[in-house]
């Protein structure tokens, strides 16, 4: 902790939080489908990142990317229902369906399983769409109405719950670069206070032109910098499975903080790591891997290992990985590629013992997260 | 759902309001407008409506940012933000709670809204349709994650605690209301700014209307030639802390908030669901340890849709059987103010339980008779009432429900 933060917050003693269970997860990414696919890419690292491609390409920006290729939600989902999803929505529906394929079949439906959605936009390519109807049609009015609802943020985690019937919690969250673990701290809220007996959580982002443009022209990212896309969520709960095996990792604290003042996001970030570990009982040398969220960001890609550095005692990093390099810059999902990415990791290459990560967000709104994460025993 | 865990949690109330609405600025001024049953709703002015057969809405025409913003630079956030941050300034100036002390201490914002940043990507396509997406303004891009909205106000009130954006539509700011109690009940804060903020626009306009939603004059929430919504727009901010805290300082208590409940129809996007609304109230009155007769008020979610109202009615008749609370609409002054509409619902009913008055559903003169026996709908102005514990309805597109049971404390 620095003494900039240590004087801007009241004197606090955190509870301890007890672990929540990670039984198991989807993942729709350029890499493929599943934990498996990205731990490949992961190893062997990504080729250079692709100019877009096929329909609609010319209308992007001359800058990489890494689509999801070939993707076609009724080859998951089937034909019935699919007509006017859009693909943040169907990349949803892909991974939770995967995410629940890998639960208890006995503990999916029902009042107390819920979605923590993250997602800062919902899909741009349905509300530019419809909008640039709105600005282009003789009778703006005569827009799709089938097509509306998709413009709401919230439209991918009520699809999520309709297709497989959770009428538990329900939220979509927004918090910049940190939306993702912005999620989980969500969750983690609900679950203490028994909102929810079990949730999907993770973050989704598609790729458009008209994002891609936006992203080009607010010049955050660096150059040769990929834009991704995908989703990832993970069922989370409170209670361990009867059967150690179901886990896939456990998650510690989750901590979150505001920080107006830019000067201080490094501060910032290393003030809710300190705080994540302390909640969790970990010491700062017993985190042996760093996900980092905010590779290929100008200025913040410092920041934020200046602010891990910083709460871990100063030296070197422990080991890193970067998701980014592979996935592209995935912003509403990135903290949940990052979990994704040491979950991957440790089902490819079990540790030996039991290991400590550490995932952190630093976004330039003043945001700032992190999460303690552990292997699961084997 | 289940009994809370048994950790003790502390009360947490309401003492600071902040209203930017259609019918007025300031707490005391919307309270006034709202009982009075004055009609907010006026021919659109942020947008070229022209093109459409409808044209009115329920826009905050007076709304000046820089007489409300002491940091905010307006040409660098987008206008549902800085309606969030005014309402925010507004709501710690009628708590009258110490700004170092919200600075120092732990405190955050938690706002929702239904879209976002609208107004900033409305101007990004506008952009897009003259000069083609390679015309678009960085500076403006950077401006549209829905995320900026409670970044507004806690880069604004220089806060340092847990802020979040929760777009779940139109009962966002219940849920956001909901997630700030429980960051304040469990000890993970101490002061929360909870509310939400959305701004007129031409695609939430064009939607409707598509949907065949939209009034053809006025909404009439529960009245037989209720036609649907007209959109509307504001900033409604609640300042949440703990019972201890504010009688510490001294502060005006308006309401605790007894607890709440949120669930999903996981039926369908856009259709509400009497069983699912039902079950969300029995939940909001578990969680709150109150018992259905004990419910004095409801401040409906009342969209002055033909669905909408019929199922809302449907669900409280199963919850309350023949004794169904007087239920009214402020949707039927403000317009439907989307993410932020539950948050002037929780701002109505605290002044409600201050001001001893039942808010009205203006534009009306009766219940529709197909609605049933015994459905006050408190029609034209607000009347007079003794209130303890009233309950604030959310609904949204997606399913999400989001009831809030606030009661006063004595």
Redesign the interface.
């Known amino acids: 902790m620095t003494t900039a933060t240590a004087t ?3 004197p ?1 003693t955190p ?1 301890a939080t007890r672990p929540l269970y990670v039984t198991s997860a989807g993942v729709v990414s350029s890499a493929g489908h599943g934990l498996a696919a990205l731990a490949g890419l992961l190893r062997r690292g990504a080729g250079p990142a692709e100019e877009p491609s096929g329909e609609g390409a010319a ?1 992007y ?1 001359p800058r990489p990317v890494r689509a999801v290729e070939g993707f076609d939600v009724k080859a998951h989902l089937g034909r019935k229902g699919t007509k006017y999803l859009d693909r943040l929505t169907s990349f949803g529906l892909v991974a939770c369906k995967e995410a629940i394929e890998g639960m208890n079949p006995a503990e999916v439906a029902g ?2 399983t ?2 923590v959605l993250a ?4 899909s741009v390519s349905s ?2 769409g ?3 109807d ?3 049609l ?8 089938g097509q ?2 998709n ?5 991918a ?3 999520v ?2 297709r ?13 670069q940190s ?1 993702s673990l ?1 999620a989980f ?2 969750a983690r ?2 679950l ?4 929810a007996d079990r949730l999907l959580v993770g973050g989704a982002e598609e790729l458009s ?2 994002a891609a ?3 080009h ?4 990212l660096k150059g040769e910098a990929a834009l991704g896309e995908g989703c990832a969520v993970f069922t989370v709960q409170q209670g361990a499975p009867a059967d150690d095996s179901d886990v896939l990792a456990e998650l510690l604290a989750c901590e ?5 003042d830019a000067r201080d996001y490094a501060d ?1 970030l290393a003030h809710v790591v300190t705080r994540a570990l302390d909640r969790s009982g970990i010491r700062p040398q017993e985190v042996a891997v760093v996900s980092l969220g905010a590779a290929h960001h100008r200025g913040l890609e410092r920041i934020e290992e200046r602010g891990v550095r910083t709460a871990l005692g100063g030296g070197g990093l422990p080991r890193t990985v970067r998701v980014a390099d592979v996935l592209g810059e995935t912003y509403s999902a990135s903290g949940a590629m990052q979990l994704a990415a040491l979950l991957a990791l440790w089902q490819a290459e079990p540790p030996a013992g039991r290991t400590t990560a550490l995932v952190t967000s630093v ?5 700032a997260a992190a999460m303690v994460v552990r292997s699961p025993l084997r | 759902m289940a009994e809370l865990s048994a950790a003790p949690r502390r009360r947490v109330v309401i003492t600071g309001l902040g209203a930017v609405s259609p019918v007025g600025i300031g707490a005391d001024v919307f309270a006034a407008a709202v009982r009075a049953g004055v009609d907010g709703t006026a021919p659109i002015q942020s947008f070229d409506a022209s093109g459409f057969p409808r044209r009115r809405a329920g826009e905050v025409t007076d709304f000046e940012p820089t007489d409300h913003l002491k940091r905010l630079d307006p040409a660098a956030w987008g206008r549902s933000g800085l309606l969030a941050a005014a309402a925010a300034r507004l709501a710690v100036a009628d708590a009258e709670i110490d700004e170092e002390q919200l600075e120092r201490g732990r405190a955050g914002a938690i706002m929702g809204t239904t879209s976002g940043e609208s107004a900033v990507v409305q101007e990004l396509a506008e952009q897009w349709v003259a000069g083609g997406l390679e015309s678009l303004d960085g500076g403006l891009a950077g401006q549209t994650p829905a995320a900026r909205i409670a970044n507004a106000v806690s880069a604004e009130l220089r806060l340092h605690g847990e802020t979040q954006t929760i777009p779940t539509a139109c009962s966002a700011s219940n849920y956001a209301l909901g997630y700030a109690y429980d960051l304040v009940r469990s000890g993970e804060a101490d002061v929360m700014l909870a509310g939400g903020a959305d701004a007129v626009n031409r695609l939430t306009h064009a939607g409707f209307y598509a949907l065949g939603a939209m009034a053809e004059d006025l909404p009439r929430p529960f009245a037989a030639d209720r036609t649907g919504i007209l959109t509307g727009e504001g900033g409604a901010v609640l300042l949440l802390e703990t019972l201890e805290g504010a009688r510490a300082r001294g502060a005006r208590v308006y309401a605790e908030i007894l607890g709440y409940a949120a669930n999903c129809d996981a039926a369908h996007m856009v259709h509400p669901d009497a069983t699912s609304i039902a079950a969300c109230i029995r939940a909001a009155h578990r969680n709150a340890g109150v018992e259905p007769e004990q419910i004095d008020y409801i401040c409906a979610h009342g969209t002055g849709t033909p669905t909408n109202d019929t199922t809302e009615v449907a669900a409280a008749r199963e919850v309350f059987g023949t004794r169904i609370p007087p239920i009214s609409s402020i949707k039927s002054m403000l317009g439907h103010t989307m993410g932020a509409a539950s948050g002037f619902g929780a701002i109505a009913c605290c002044k409600a339980l201050e001001q001893d008055f039942l808010p009205p559903t203006a534009n009306v003169t009766e219940a529709d008779p197909v609605l049933g026996e015994g459905v006050d709908c408190v029609p034209g102005t607000g009347r007079e009432a003794r209130l303890d514990i009233v309950q604030n309805h959310g609904f949204a597109f997606g399913g999400n429900n989001v009831i809030t049971i606030l009661g006063r404390v004595s």
């Open positions: 801007a917050d009241a606090l509870a209308a920006p009042d107390r819920g979605v997602t800062n936009t919902g509300h530019s419809l909008l640039y709105t600005l282009t003789d009778k703006p009015y005569l827009v799709n109405p509306f609802p413009t709401v943020m919230n439209c985690a009520g699809q719950a309709i497989n019937g959770l009428r538990g919690l329900n939220a979509t969250v927004a918090g910049g939306a912005l701290r969500h809220l609900a203490t206070l028994d909102r032109a008209p443009w936006a992203w022209r607010t010049g955050v979150v903080r505001f920080t107006p910032g976004g330039r709104d003043g945001n």
